[in-house]
């Protein structure tokens, strides 16, 4: 499972796991997948590897325990749940501002057992949670709107989108699976008919939203994709970092990082187009050195640079 897909897996059985401890008379699988926007195959899945998580020792009595009977779930939570916690001002404020992103999750349920817990705890730090400012990234409030309605109703959607690696815009319908965070950034899994396959989005990126007419099948299992996939045509370059640029390890897909000593490192990027590659060594300037790299990808930063200064010198760089 890549980094995004685990990331979704984990936000949705935090929202899940109390909503259905809370109803002892279980909850149906359909309808779970329904308010949870999960296929059945996926939520099993998810399960199966929740009744391995618990606390050391690690007794049946310390792991959560997930029933699946007569095609309902039921969950019994560990009794390391039922411990007070001591915590401190600031592991408090931590986990109310944890909890509350987690409410943002779909599905999640606004009055149950984990939204009063962290009203409680609101109270006991005298914090007022609606001014606690969750931020899940800089996506466009209508276009998640039109993205989840259109999930929920198996409808195809026409973007507008603009493509930061090739720096162009470009429109194209997309038949949308579902939608995730990770990493300060929403994203939406989809098929798109331009590209002809399985394509994940970046929401903040999408100029324009609007939902058809066309409605289609879901596949039965939601296509696990990450936010970006190297295959092994597309070009690498190698760049040698400044300290104060080792933030491109953290950012970007890296296949090899060798340590340089006073904090440089040597890194191999995968370049998913040239543009790409241009804005980040423009960015990134004397801080960085290409080692290697393709032909087509040679003097990729000083031509971007020349042609800046060449629009500054036009004029145009004060417009």
Known sequence: ??????????????????????????????????????????????????????????????????????????????LAFDRPLRLTPDEGLALLAAGRSVLAVPGADPDGPLARALAKLAAVLDVDPDRLDIDLGPAEAD??????????????????????GRDESSERDVDPHRLFHDQGHWYLAAHCHL????????????????ATDVTFVPPAETPVLGAFRPTPDDPRVTLELDPSVRWVLEQYPTEDVTELGDGRARVTLVVAAR?????????????????????????????????????????????
């Open 1 to 78: 499972m890549t980094r995004a897909g685990a990331t979704a897996s984990v936000e949705r059985m935090l929202c899940l796991l109390p909503y259905v401890a809370a109803r002892p008379e279980g909850v149906p699988i359909d309808d779970l997948c329904g308010r949870f926007d999960v296929p059945r195959a996926r939520l099993l899945a998810d399960l199966d590897i929740v009744q391995l998580v618990g606390v050391a020792p690690y007794t049946p009595d310390l792991l959560v325990e997930v029933v699946v009977e007569d095609d309902r779930v039921f969950v019994h939570l560990p």
């Open 143 to 164: 276009n998640l709107a039109v993205l989840h309605d259109a999930i929920a109703g198996h409808r195809r959607v026409h973007l507008r989108y603009y493509g930061y």
């Open 195 to 210: 590209a002809g396959g399985d394509r994940v989005f970046r929401v903040d990126r999408i100029e324009s939203a609007a």
């Open 275 to 319: 543009p790409w590659l241009e804005r980040l060594l423009v960015r990134l300037g004397p801080r960085a050195v290409v080692v290697e790299a393709p032909t087509e990808l040679a003097g990729a930063g000083s031509a971007a640079a020349a042609r800046i200064l060449a629009r500054y010198a036009d004029g145009e760089g004060g417009r």
